[in-house]
């Protein structure tokens, strides 16, 4: 497989350019460096550039403020008409560097935060009164915001007195279903108690919200401009960067734990299999860490951090050592002394295993793959292209009849690696037509005519299937080299984006870097039928219902998505085994007599039609009867759906012989390996796939 050069796009030519043309502020402030920066990158880089004038202002103005204050919690009419007269100049700010919107809505936020935080402790200080007919609307979508504090102050009485009812109705049920086996409390005591959990649960969020800092603001506000250009272009700032690395590539640097804020502390929340952390055996899960050194140096309190800069207190690089000290759950206190390793986060990566067909002796191989990941940052990195060729011979070597291909829930990733890999199940040929801003579309090939497999597959996919899914779904759809399974349709996502380091737009300002990412949107991509993914996604050839199928969902669902396109198909052809349009409308016929036959997939639907009423429906009763009433008829009608995925249905699901060894000793590997292959043999779209599948092999 070959990727020409335009495909990587000349990212240095443009940097220099922008760098050229970016004007010399003489502002000292770092904020109004960035935002000029990130426009100026936006409107030489993005496929498809947005004027800066009225029409873009208000349009920032709107998603800024759903950011800030998507709930209607904090602001007031009387605040939004403030940040409304100055919503027309926002476009004139951002090109002046000026800051004057957003100074303005930070300290109407920190002031909102403050005032509510003295309603809510305030209202949870008094009993309330369940008795008295009355109602509350959840969905901010359904609110305006509160005319005057009077009226936010009612909502905030409505919101707490809801979230006070759920847990105090939940008490007197499990109080009168425990009898007397459990000490019998007042119905003052359980409210008490039940308003006691909602002001715990508040004053934490309110401590998490107190922590955020400025530049966790400014983000806001950045990706508030951003986001109009597409959904996809982003600003990230240097802590964002470093987590989207480790997701995209399965790999980090460091100890091998994941954190996260409780209250003032810092706890241990899971120890990575493999990591330094988990050799040493010290360091357990809901430890708290207080305090981190660097080697010999003296320790920093990390007391009342948020976990972002305590995380970059303990990452760092492969074989560097980190001294924590940490509390356990028994209180004792104690430092633990870790040297930093590669961690590589193994759920990430593609796993296989093999299933008993419908037929006797029928051996299907099964490939999950979780997302297109890739490490470009390391030569000795992982990536998905190769670990699949790999998968795919471990599954030959099995001699399998046919292989599913699961890509449900992969939100996408590598474009180079998606080319190759479709190449996988074709000779060679066209994979995809990829289109840069005032270019003509690319072809990227599949250059390879070797086929590591040439047997009977089926592609599952469903709504959260995105990005490079797409692409290697379109691409075996339109060869007629596999059959797609799946949800109404694919994501829908048809964009490419690239990373830019804002550091390198700009000439000087040393003190102000590092300045964060640039995640923009540089091309779209096409079926080679001349189609595009964009907001349409792949229509799989076989529709599985599910619970979203009747909500709407994917790309079509954003702000301000880019529209769908055509341009003229390519030639393409493959010779390895074709399925044709006959064949697959006979195997979406017996499939369909199959769902419509199942009780399972019947509930299923079912189902997907109370998930849509009751996600339609936001106002609640706030009455004891009336709630009770409403919890009971909700739970009676949610118990027809109770274990619909329970029970065991598909039989002989079992590890690859060559990956035993890698689980077996393994505590831990062995228990996550067993929750898999239970996942696989409870999952009732894995066993209409494997009907599907099976009907494929009978026809081929």
């Known amino acids: 497989m070959k990727i020409k050069g335009p495909i990587l796009l000349s990212v240095s030519a443009i940097l220099?350019?922008?760098?050229?043309?970016?004007?010399q502020t003489d502002s000292s402030g770092k904020e109004s460096i960035l935002v000029r920066t990130l426009m100026r990158g936006l409107e030489y880089m993005h496929y498809q550039p947005a004027d800066l004038n009225d029409e873009f202002a208000s349009k920032a103005y709107e998603i800024y403020l759903d950011n800030i204050d998507s709930g209607r919690r904090w602001l007031t009419q009387k605040d939004v008409d403030k940040l409304e007269a100055l919503k027309t100049q926002i476009d004139d700010n951002i090109e002046e560097g000026d800051l004057a919107f957003f100074d303005l809505s930070v300290e109407l936020l920190d002031a909102g935060v403050t005032k509510t935080k003295a309603y809510y402790k305030e209202i949870l200080a008094k009993p309330f009164n369940f008795s008295?007919?009355?109602?509350?609307?959840?969905?901010?979508?359904?609110?305006e915001f509160a005319k005057n504090d009077k009226e936010l102050k009612d909502f905030w009485r409505r919101?707490?007195?809801?979230?006070?009812?759920?847990?105090?109705?939940?008490?007197?049920?499990?109080?009168?279903?425990?009898?007397?086996?459990?000490?019998?409390?007042?119905?003052?005591?359980?409210?008490?108690?039940?308003?006691?959990?909602?002001?715990?649960?508040y004053d934490k969020w309110y401590d998490r919200i107190n922590k955020l800092k400025r530049e966790d603001?400014?983000?806001?506000?950045?990706?508030?401009?951003?986001?109009?250009?597409?959904?996809?272009?982003?600003?990230?700032?240097?802590?964002?960067?470093?987590?989207?690395?480790?997701?995209?590539?399965?790999?980090?640097?460091?100890?091998?734990?994941?954190?996260?804020?409780?209250?003032?502390?810092?706890?241990?929340?899971?120890?990575?299999?493999?990591?330094?952390?988990?050799?040493?055996?010290?360091?357990?899960?809901?430890?708290?860490?207080?305090?981190?050194?660097?080697?010999?140096?003296?320790?920093?309190?990390?007391?009342?951090?948020?976990?972002?800069?305590?995380?970059?207190?303990?990452r760092g690089k492969k074989g560097t050592e980190v001294r924590l000290t940490v509390k356990s759950l028994d209180g004792t206190e104690k430092v633990i002394s870790i040297v930093r390793d590669i961690v590589y986060l193994e759920e990430s990566y593609a796993k296989s295993l093999i299933l008993d067909g419908p037929e006797d002796g029928e051996k299907i191989g099964y490939l999950y793959l979780p997302s297109f990941y890739a490490d470009f940052e390391n030569k000795d990195g992982r990536f998905c292209a190769p670990d699949v060729a790999k998968e795919l011979e471990k599954l030959k070597e099995e001699k399998v009849d046919g292989i599913i291909l699961d890509l449900r829930n992969n939100g996408g990733g590598s474009l180079r690696d998606v080319v190759r890999m479709s190449g996988f199940f074709i000779e060679e040929g066209p994979i995809v037509q990829v289109k840069s801003r005032s270019k003509k579309a690319e072809v990227l090939v599949d250059v390879d005519d070797k086929v590591q497999y040439d047997g009977p597959l089926v592609v599952?996919?469903?709504?959260?299937?995105?990005?490079?899914?797409?692409?290697?779904?379109?691409?075996?759809?339109?060869?007629?080299?596999?059959?797609?399974?799946?949800?109404?349709?694919?994501?829908?996502?048809?964009t490419v984006q690239r990373f830019v380091d804002l550091d390198r737009t700009i000439r000087g300002y040393e003190d102000y870097k590092p300045l964060g990412n640039l995640k923009l949107t540089t091309q779209k991509f096409y079926r080679i039928n001349?189609?595009?993914?964009?907001?349409?996604?792949?229509?799989?050839?076989?529709?599985?219902?599910?619970?979203?199928?009747?909500?709407?969902?994917?790309?079509?669902?954003?702000?301000?998505?880019?529209?769908?396109?055509?341009?003229?198909?390519?030639?393409?052809?493959?010779?390895?085994?074709?399925?044709?349009?006959?064949?697959?409308?006979?195997?979406?016929?017996?499939?369909?007599?199959?769902?419509?036959?199942?009780?399972?997939?019947?509930?299923?639907?079912?189902?997907?039609?109370?998930?849509?009423?009751?996600?339609?429906?936001?106002?609640?009763?706030?009455?004891?009867?009336?709630?009770?009433?409403?919890?009971?008829?909700?739970?009676?009608?949610?118990?027809?759906?109770?274990?619909?995925?329970?029970?065991?249905?598909?039989?002989?699901?079992?590890?690859?012989?060559?990956?035993?060894?890698?689980?077996?000793?393994?505590?831990?590997?062995?228990?996550?390996?067993?929750?898999?292959?239970?996942?696989?043999?409870?999952?009732a779209y894995i066993k209409e796939t494997l009907n599907i599948i099976h009907d494929l092999i009978q026809q081929q």
């Open 217 to 314: 603001r400014l983000s806001d506000f950045l990706n508030s401009l951003t986001s109009i250009f597409d959904p996809h272009t982003n600003y990230l700032k240097p802590i964002d960067k470093q987590n989207f690395d480790i997701r995209f590539s399965g790999r980090l640097e460091g100890i091998g734990a994941r954190l996260q804020t409780d209250g003032d502390y810092t706890k241990v929340v899971d120890i990575v299999i493999g990591g330094p952390a988990w050799k040493g055996k010290e360091l357990q899960e809901n430890d708290i860490i207080t305090k981190v050194a660097q080697g010999d140096e003296e320790p920093i309190d990390v007391k009342g951090m948020v976990v972002d800069d305590v995380v970059q207190y303990v």
């Open 132 to 143: 008295k007919d009355e109602l509350v609307q959840m969905d901010s979508e359904k609110r």
């Open 159 to 201: 919101s707490l007195k809801y979230e006070t009812l759920t847990r105090y109705a939940r008490a007197l049920k499990e109080q009168e279903e425990a009898g007397e086996e459990k000490e019998i409390k007042s119905e003052e005591e359980l409210e008490a108690e039940a308003r006691e959990k909602v002001k715990e649960l």
């Open 460 to 494: 599952m996919v469903n709504g959260f299937s995105a990005s490079a899914s797409e692409i290697l779904a379109a691409a075996l759809q339109d060869y007629g080299r596999a059959v797609v399974v799946g949800s109404n349709s694919t994501h829908g996502k048809g």
């Open 530 to 683: 001349g189609g595009s993914t964009q907001l349409r996604g792949v229509v799989p050839d076989i529709v599985l219902p599910d619970n979203f199928h009747y909500i709407k969902t994917g790309e079509k669902q954003e702000k301000y998505p880019m529209k769908w396109s055509e341009i003229d198909p390519v030639n393409y052809n493959q010779n390895v085994m074709r399925i044709s349009r006959d064949d697959l409308r006979t195997l979406a016929d017996k499939s369909s007599s199959r769902v419509d036959a199942s009780p399972t997939f019947q509930k299923v639907l079912q189902n997907a039609k109370r998930f849509k009423r009751q996600r339609d429906q936001s106002e609640y009763p706030l009455s004891l009867n009336s709630y009770q009433s409403f919890v009971e008829n909700r739970s009676e009608e949610a118990k027809k759906y109770n274990g619909i995925f329970d029970n065991i249905i598909n039989g002989g699901v079992k590890n690859l012989e060559v990956d035993i060894p890698a689980y077996t000793g393994n505590e831990t590997k062995e228990a996550r390996n067993k929750n898999f292959i239970e996942d696989v043999s409870k999952d």
């Open 16 to 23: 220099v350019l922008v760098a050229a043309y970016l004007p």
